[in-house]
């Protein structure tokens, strides 16, 4: 029997907005193995991109239980939220987020520097995580040196560099071309050979179609949880 590493029961998620409240999750049931790689799709105003903050413990349920490797992340504060995100989850945004007068070794290292890590455990890792990119000899490099691609890849050894649980990626591929989009996904299926859980939130079909599973929501709700591999 494989082991959820994602448990979550009756999330919703609600906003107030004036005299108003938006209910943005109406009620949602998930289960994740470890080990899985699936897509998160719906259109916009579904609530794929809150439903992926409570899943990132970028934010937390107005209702319902988030069991994430057996910890209810549901009810905690935000410094032990933080926490979980640093050690868990690894992040890959639309926008790349690196910081521009670092270069790719210092950004890819700089989760490790909140986990406490030494200077020389930490550049130890990131050359090994670059290395996995394809980017050995783009350590040195800041991001404005980079291709939309190379910098995507120096994202994706950030948010593997504490060997988390987890990897997220919100539209991972939104930025770049075609070409480069085709090369992005190539390494997050090797990711996925690897291991890794991956979350891949995406509103385009081709890209969904790398993952093993896609869940589609509609209205804050589930509407499909599809097999497709």
């Known amino acids: 029997m494989k082991h959820p590493i994602i448990k979550i029961q009756g999330i919703t998620r609600n906003f107030p907005l ?40 970028l934010d937390t349920p107005s209702s319902g239980t988030y069991f994430l490797n057996d910890k209810d992340v549901s009810k905690m504060n935000d410094d032990e939220l933080a926490e979980i995100r640093n050690k868990e989850i690894g992040f890959v945004f639309q926008t790349f987020n690196l910081l521009p007068r670092m270069t790719a070794l210092d950004n890819v290292a700089l989760p490790m520097v909140y986990a406490g890590y030494s200077k020389q455990e930490r550049n130890k890792r990131a050359e090994e995580v ?38 997220l990626a919100d539209e991972p591929t939104g930025n770049l071309d075609t070409k480069t989009s085709i090369e992005i996904m190539g390494l997050f299926n090797e990711i996925h050979a690897n291991g890794n859980t991956v979350i891949l939130v995406t509103h385009e079909e081709d890209i969904a179609e790398h993952a093993h599973r896609i869940i589609r929501l509609r209205d804050g709700v589930v509407e499909s949880d599809t097999r497709i591999k």
Do not use: W
Not at 18 to 26: A, D
Not at 29 to 52: C, F, H, N, Q, R
């Open 130 to 167: 670059l290395n996995q990119v394809g980017l050995s000899d783009r350590m040195d490099h800041q991001p404005n040196q980079l291709s939309g691609g190379q910098r995507q890849r120096v994202a994706v050894a950030r948010a593997l560099v504490n060997k988390p649980s987890i990897i």
């Open 18 to 57: 004036g005299s108003e409240t938006v209910y943005v999750l109406k009620g949602i049931d998930l289960v994740i193995e470890k080990g899985e790689y699936v897509a998160l799709m719906g259109p916009s105003g579904s609530g794929k991109s809150t439903l992926m903050n409570l899943l990132g413990c």
